[in-house]
């Protein structure tokens, strides 16, 4: 008495729910014995598929007792049961289901990468195995590059491939001419007389008689379970292959992890390969989306820097107060409580350095035939010390000359270059519109913050400004140089009550090079926010449009994950392998983000240098990572759909 393998007891197998129920198997009794070689045949319709798939553990039985080398299936998940379908069985089909994207090796490779089988050893196993099956010259073609018999051999070879103690072919050689038919059939009793037990079936006769054993199966039941006695008894003759045990030692180890994952990454890059264009267009929203996200983080980072360069460069602190109760207060110009005489009252605090008032507009300079554009300063002298200006030439004037309201200016580098490029400006009249002004000073050429550096700028006594320019008796602001060692806030508190006072309310305000910053920062902040709302918004598009195409993909691939699960992978494998193409498109996707927004960074740079862009790497870092959550999260339901089809069900799909 041989070592019983497979024990089948009152297998009872339906179909559909409540009365639309049909039982197709109506309780199947037997038991197969180590080195059997047993045809089932019987008529088409009898249940033999059925029957084949719950021996293979691809279909669980409804009622029944079923035991695998003395384990009972009963109870166990999807998991268990595709280890049984990895360690003891090997599936040859009618129609091969070989996978077309893979050539020969390949596909006769790929049980062995869910039992986790070394690389090395896996590439050298699958090219004996098709040496043995006469393919070895053939390895590198895919399946549509063989013929029917070729391809069945290679599914042999498949079979073969984790050691397939027991072969279960279902009609193998149903799709075959007679010839190949009669190879497959002679390979299988091979097989047997070298030890592998082999269940067959067929509707064929002619078949059935290269079988010991032949079981006849009609509507479900088993009608007899003969013995051929012209057909060698082959159980308990063992002559296994080592390399079974082989593999086991790989399978829980870190190597054996990072191989499946390796592979499931090459299997995932594949099918981007092959439907390039549909990952391009998958990709487009995420690469939009991180693209947005990286440029304006880097827009609002270079702003704020250039604020700071700005500021630093002014090197001191100064206060502007100007009429109105904010910035952007659209009553300000109609607020005339700013005079001289609050001026004269800020002068004498100790936290005031220099003060001066200052009211300007653009202005039409001429002289001889020369005409340009400048923005003219009505100031008092202390302007020049609160900005930290050097005269270059001539001298600036004072506050008693001032009073007499005299024609005189200062201008500054750029404009005496435009003016009076070769000659000495001192002396010279410049026209204000049509009042003539004579240059007595010329500034040291030095860039003021927040101002046009290619400007022209001049200056003129406030009082002359307000008498001859522009026609006012209040001020349009005042602004104040701190002293060393007073702190700027507490300057614009006291500047703040002390006016607050003199007017009876607050009718001002005050900006220093603190509040310009904090609400550069503030507005920079909100952008950045209102963009990344914007970005996230189409990140989210984008992860819905991955999500979409992986459903479109599931679907598509259904016939291979069937495959793939017939050949033992774990549900982990098939989601594996789908989040890995989810999350590499993103990243992808989100890496040709960054890309094109550095490259905006570059073309920015010389095409608009006043508008910079500075790139965080903390910022490319965050992009990346987000797209990667976004393949996870966007990936894992339709991966979740694969992972949990009915490995039957997806295999009968076409
Ligand atoms: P055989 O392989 O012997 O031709 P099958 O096992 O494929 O027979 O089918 C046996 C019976 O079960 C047939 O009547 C078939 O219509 C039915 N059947 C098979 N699979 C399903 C299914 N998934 N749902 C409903 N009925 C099925
Ligand atoms: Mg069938």
Known sequence: MGEVLLALKDIRRSYGEGSAQVEVLHGINFTVERGEMVAIIGPSGSGKSTLMNIIGCLDKPTSGAYTVSGRDTLNLEADELAELRRN??????????????????????????????????????????LDRLGLLERHTHLPSQLSGGQQQRVSIARALMNGGQIILA???????DSKSGAEVIKILEELNAQGHTVILVTHDPNIARHARRVITIRDGIISSDEINEQVPDRRGHTEQEDEVNLQRRWLFSVQAYVDRFKEAYIMALRAMISNRMRTLLTMLGIIIGIMAVVSVVALARGASQKVVENISSMGTNTITIMP??????????????LNFKDL??????????????????????????????????????????????????????TEDEAED??????????????????????????????????????????????????????????????ARIQKQSYLSSVIVRVADGFATA??????????????????????????????????????????????????????IGVMNIMLVSVTERTKEIGIRMAVGARQSDIMTQFLIESITVCIIGGLAGVVLSVGLGVLLSYAAPSVPMSFSVFSIVVAVLTSSVIGVVFGFMPARNAARLNPIEALARE
Do not use: W
């Open 490 to 543: 507490v300057a614009e508190n006291s500047i703040t009550s002390l006016l607050t006072t003199r007017h009876g309310r607050r009718d001002f305000f005050v900006q220093s090079s603190d509040t310009i910053m904090k609400s550069i920062n503030q507005t920079t902040g909100t952008f950045t926010l209102l963009i990344s709302a914007i970005a996230v918004i189409s990140l989210i598009v984008g992860g």
């Open 344 to 397: 004269k009252a800020l002068r004498g605090q100790p936290f005031v350095d220099s003060i001066s008032a200052t009211v300007s507009r653009s202005v039409y300079l001429r002289s001889g035939n020369l005409e340009n554009q400048a923005t003219a300063y009505g100031i008092n002298t202390d302007y020049f010390r609160v900005y930290g200006m050097e005269v270059e030439q001539g001298r600036l004037f």
């Open 170 to 176: 279902d009609e193998p050689t149903g799709a075959l």
């Open 324 to 337: 109105g109760a904010h910035m952007g207060d659209v009553r300000s110009n109609k607020v005339r409580t």
């Open 405 to 466: 309201l005299p024609q005189v200016c200062v201008i500054d580098y750029n404009t005496k270059k435009t003016f009076f490029p070769n000659e000495d400006a001192i002396g010279k009249r410049l026209l204000f519109g049509s009042v003539p002004m004579k240059v007595i000073g010329v500034l040291a050429n030095k860039e003021i913050a927040f101002r046009p550096q290619d400007n022209l700028y001049v200056y003129v006594p406030y009082a002359t400004f307000t």
């Open 88 to 129: 003891f069985f090997g599936f040859i089909f009618q129609r091969y289901h070989l996978l077309g994207h893979l050539n020969a090796a390949e596909n006769v490779q790929v049980p062995s990468i869910y039992a986790g089988l070394k690389l090395e050893k896996r590439q050298e196993r699958s090219l004996q195995l």
